[in-house]
């Protein structure tokens, strides 16, 4: 009989890691850190002051800007 297959064996014990929790602990893990990167046409601090904008602040921008390209597209379009 093969004896890494026998349980009481050194062999076996080696293959399945048997007795070695007491000589050696498991290495820990790093935890991976989050960061913010700035994007192609925004910088990061452009970001970070619209992330910490009121919502409503945010909201008023965002339908002035569509009003104003309506606008635009309403101008161009006859033409």
């Known amino acids: 009989r093969n004896p890494r297959n026998i349980n009481w064996t050194v062999l076996y014990r080696r293959k399945h890691r048997k007795g070695i929790e007491e000589e050696i602990t498991k290495k820990k893990s790093k935890k991976t850190q989050k960061f913010q990167k700035a994007v192609v046409g925004a910088s990061l601090g452009e970001i970070l002051a619209k992330k ?9 921008q965002r339908e002035q800007a569509i009003r104003a390209a309506k606008e ?7 033409a």
């Open 72 to 78: 635009s597209k309403k101008t161009t379009k006859p």
């Open 52 to 60: 910490n904008q009121k919502p409503e602040v945010r909201k008023a």
